[in-house]
């Protein structure tokens, strides 16, 4: 049981680092940096020197080469290539290590997870960032994440949790993860459909509270991408409509929590309540910066592991109030 510990704890470490990775390849707008899948200009890992990039070219005439972009997409399927590999050691381990048949369950499950996110970063590319698609690609990421955090969680049986006890607490734990989920799908619809900067100020947007929104075009998840989709293609006010429900949404998310942490803090589980408290301050902080300071990488790249962070902390908590 150790090794699956191990190994599932090294599973977050690197999702968590494939995250990053991900996001910063799609904020330096590198998401086609290398037009083919899984080789970048048919090199295992990009093209250095000018006879490589020479070749590369002569293979991709229509793809002229940028190495700033081709670097963080290759990087980013490496290591995802990589935590493939631990998905693979962690069946493995899982079948021949432990008789608990929900680790079994759980890592296979993970292991085909990890295969559709590979088919989907190659759909990413050939199917020139169709936002649907990107949207799909990112949340697979998030639900991976988790399922090494599940199976670390049951692999290791911490001791404090045998002692909390806040099954009271599952209606509003539950709501609190779908609002979650439904605002992570929000903001990655943002960044998938470049509306990160539809709304220049704060807290107004575009100098109103009320702005021209567009909505049946802001979520058509069956938009044109034209010959691709990179800098996207909607006009403002659908950008806007998008960006738009993000904020409202963090409203509602904030209040939700709010209630979820009032009864944790009145319940075994209070430091529960206050990290989630941290993590929710920082992410609407974060989220704000992005906006004034017209999206800083690092902040951006914050925002998106924060919410990550958030994602399991909810989780935790309702790993522990659905306990049998
Ligand atoms: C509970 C609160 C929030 C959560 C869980 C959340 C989550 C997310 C996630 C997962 C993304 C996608 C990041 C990416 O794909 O790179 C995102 C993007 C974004 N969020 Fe939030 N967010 C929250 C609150 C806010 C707030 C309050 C604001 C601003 C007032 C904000 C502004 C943005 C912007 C501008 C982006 C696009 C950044 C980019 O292009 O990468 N967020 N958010």
Redesign the pocket.
């Known amino acids: 049981m150790n090794s699956i510990k191990n190994l599932s704890f090294i599973g977050i470490c690197m999702a968590f680092v494939v995250i990053a990775l991900g996001?910063w390849t799609?904020?330096v707008d590198a998401g086609l940096g290398c037009p083919d899948w899984p080789g970048c200009y048919g090199f295992v890992f990009w093209p250095n020197d000018e006879v490589e990039i020479a070749l590369a070219e002569s293979r991709f005439p229509m793809f002229p080469y940028d190495i700033n972009k081709a670097i963080p997409e290759q990087v980013h399927r490496l290591f995802a290539a990589a935590l493939g590999l631990v998905a693979i050691l962690l069946v493995y381990l899982s079948f021949t290590k432990t008789k608990n048949n929900s680790i079994k369950k759980l890592s296979l499950f993970l292991l085909i997870l990890i295969c559709c996110q590979g088919l989907f970063g190659y759909l990413t590319v050939s199917l020139n960032l169709l936002p649907i698609v990107v949207t799909t690609h990112?949340f697979g990421g998030f639900a991976t994440l988790t399922l090494f955090y599940f199976i670390y969680l049951k692999s290791r049986n911490f001791e404090v949790f045998n002692q909390i006890n806040i099954s009271k607490i599952r209606l509003i734990a539950s709501i609190a993860f779908v609002v979650?989920i439904f605002?992570?799908f929000l903001?990655?619809w943002?960044?998938t459909n470049y509306a990160?900067l539809a709304c220049a100020d704060?807290p107004t947007c575009q100098g109103s509270y009320f702005p021209e929104m567009d909505f049946r075009n802001g979520f058509n998840l069956n938009q044109e991408v034209g010959p691709n989709y990179l800098y996207g293609l909607l006009d403002n006010p659908a950008r806007v409509a998008i960006?738009y429900s993000?904020?409202v949404s963090?409203l509602f998310?904030?209040f939700i929590f709010l209630v979820l942490m009032s009864r944790l803090w009145f319940s075994d589980a209070a430091p529960l309540a206050s990290t989630l408290g941290i993590l929710?301050i920082t992410?609407?902080t974060l989220?704000?910066i992005?906006?004034v300071y017209v999206?800083p990488l690092y902040v951006?790249i914050a925002?998106?592991l924060i919410?990550a962070c958030?994602l399991l902390a909810t989780f935790t908590v309702n790993y522990l109030a659905w306990r049998k």
């Open positions: 996001a799609r904020l990112l979650l605002q992570i903001g990655v943002t960044s990160s704060f960006h993000h904020r963090a998310v904030t929710l992410q609407i989220g704000i992005n906006v999206l951006a925002h998106n919410a958030l």
